[in-house]
């Protein structure tokens, strides 16, 4: 038995990224472009509840100085719905980003199995029913689809997610993010 396949035969999952690795080498900005929406609309979300924060704060601050906490409120507010739209805008290029990746890599991926399926012998054409090899190919497409939506739409946003949420907990509440927490700081926030 090979160290690149299963007991029964099928690729392991190093080949099918080494697989989808090599197509996205064919297009480096279109992933680059993609990568970079998609963490430019993340790190949009993972602001939000800090400047939500803020306006509550603001509004909190009424009995004091009515000015200055709305002023404050204001300008968390619009730092809100700017972060909101951000959000929106890359998330769409991203989407649409995917499609175009998605479609250039289907269609490649069908071009070079049929080519392969058309260099194989008469005799092998003629002991095989070409509608299991069409479905085999569509179902490789499909597969290659999923791979890259469940890659870049949501294994990189859960990253990026975790760790940037985790720098902007080590940054706003360092006690959070230092690996050996102070006894004295843990107990008095009991």
């Known amino acids: 038995m090979s160290t690149y396949r299963t007991h029964n035969g099928t690729r392991t999952f190093h080949d099918v990224l080494g697989f989808t690795w090599r197509h ?35 509004v909190g601050l009424l009995d004091a100085d009515r000015e200055a906490a709305r002023q404050t409120a204001l300008a968390a507010l619009a730092a809100i719905l700017a972060l909101g739209v951000a959000m929106i805008v890359l998330r769409y290029l991203c989407f649409r980003g995917i499609i175009r990746l998605t479609l250039r890599i289907m ?16 005799e092998w054409h003629a002991n ?24 870049l739409v949501a294994l990189l946003p859960s990253v990026v997610v975790l760790l940037s949420t985790t ?9 959070m ?11 008095a926030c009991r």
């Open 24 to 58: 996205w080498q064919r297009q480096p900005w279109l992933i680059a472009g993609i990568a970079v929406a998609m963490i430019g609309a993340v790190i949009t979300d993972v602001l939000m509840p800090v400047f939500a924060g803020r306006l509550v704060d603001a």
């Open 107 to 122: 269609a490649e991926i069908a071009q070079e199995a049929f080519w392969r399926v058309q260099r194989f012998s008469t």
């Open 128 to 151: 095989t029913f070409g509608g299991s090899v069409v479905r085999r190919i569509t179902r490789g497409m499909w597969a290659m689809d999923l791979l890259n939506d469940t890659l």
């Open 177 to 187: 993010g230092s690996s050996r927490p102070d006894r004295r700081h843990f107990w």
């Open 167 to 175: 720098v902007l907990l080590g940054l706003r509440w360092p006690a």
